[in-house]
């Protein structure tokens, strides 16, 4: 069998979040500090490790089932940190902003199930504690990238407007009758693991608009928390977050038979460099000139930062590329078919707009930071 087969290294700029579709309670994490460094953490502990070990103790069972009975799930948190034994129930901890920290603080008093203290946890494999960005996430961004630079390359405007997604898609992969003709199959992405220590961060996630001053301002009083790979530019300084995994192309399930408009039959590194490099570049500029260039606060510096470093990595004559991945990415970033010199997405009623008014970011410290950018490097093995 034919393969050529790749290191693909994996470096985030900004933070990812791959969600498991889990919301952790505070009665499943607590804020913990460090007293040498002063530092404070993201503690996840497991209530169930507490239940087993409870099971076999009267007392504390009856203490259980008087918290749990009273209505008041304050009762219930207050037993948890009673029985807890940090050397046996914590499974892994998360550096902190100090906004997340903040939010705890306000809340601790308050009922362990309103909404402002959940936080969507972060994927990771069944019985591992490493954080993983899946290589179906990878693939999946690596193709949107693919087949919108295909577009650009090969369909005017008015091709565009008669297309559907689903026919852009076939049309564009030579695939009208099953999957066995998806180029795409030919390519094999392993997921990426993450070390536990250092590169994990736990914060608040804001919905941001410009307001007619040209300042960023929150859009609505509501906020997310969420778990995430920290990225290059939230990193304090501290060891950066680097995952490594492998990218196989499977050169017997190439086609040689597909006409040359479209994908190509065979995908290379080389297509996937520049397709990537392209497409989010010219994408995130288009982002970055309508939100962020002329914001009049000093929350937007830390993205100026964030379009020189993908500036640099999509210019450079290297094996490396620029590529956004995971959750908030935002619509333009997933979709096919729009110009990518000005994005639209369809509004409620279908009607073609310019993509939305608002942005998801990550609040690092009180700078704003688009989520899920990342430097990739590919090399020969």
Known sequence: MSKEKYRLTIE???????????????????IGGNPKTHQDFFIKYSSDNILKRCATDKDAMAKF?????????KDVLDFFVEKRDLSLDIEYKCHVTKE?????????DVDPL????????????????????????????????????????????????????????????????????????AIEISDC???????????????????????????NTSTLQAEVIKGKLCSHNQSLSIGITHIRFNNDLSR????????????????????CNT?????????????????????????????????HISSSDSNSFILRVGRWSQVEFVTYGHDISTPKTPNRKGKQMLSGTTRWVFNNDGQYLPLGWCKCTIEEL
Do not use: W
């Open 12 to 30: 985030p700029i900004t933070c990812v979040h791959i969600g498991n579709g889990v919301e952790l309670t505070p009665l499943e994490y607590f």
């Open 65 to 73: 089932d008087k918290a749990t009975s009273s209505g008041r799930m």
């Open 100 to 108: 997340f920290v903040s939010n705890f603080m306000k809340n601790k």
């Open 114 to 185: 309103q909404n402002g203290r959940f936080v969507l946890q972060m994927y990771r494999p069944e019985g591992s504690q490493n954080p993983v960005i899946p290589g179906s996430s990878i693939k999946g961004s690596i193709r949107t990238a693919l087949l919108n630079f295909e577009l650009d390359n090969f369909y005017s405007k008015e091709e565009l407007r008669r297309l559907r997604d689903n026919q852009i898609q076939k049309e564009l992969l030579n695939s009208y009758k099953d999957a066995k003709e998806d180029p795409f199959r």
């Open 193 to 219: 693991n993450f070390e536990t220590k250092g590169t994990q961060l736990v914060g608040i996630i804001n919905n941001i608009k410009k307001d007619h001053t040209g300042e960023l301002v929150e859009h």
């Open 256 to 275: 040689s038979d597909l006409p040359i408009k479209g994908v190509s039959k065979r995908i290379t590194k080389d297509a996937i460099i520049k397709a």
């Open 279 to 311: 497409f989010y570049f010219k994408t995130f500029e288009y982002e970055y000139r309508k939100f962020y260039r002329d914001a009049s606060d000093s929350n937007a510096d830390a993205i100026t930062q964030l379009y020189k470093e993908l500036k």
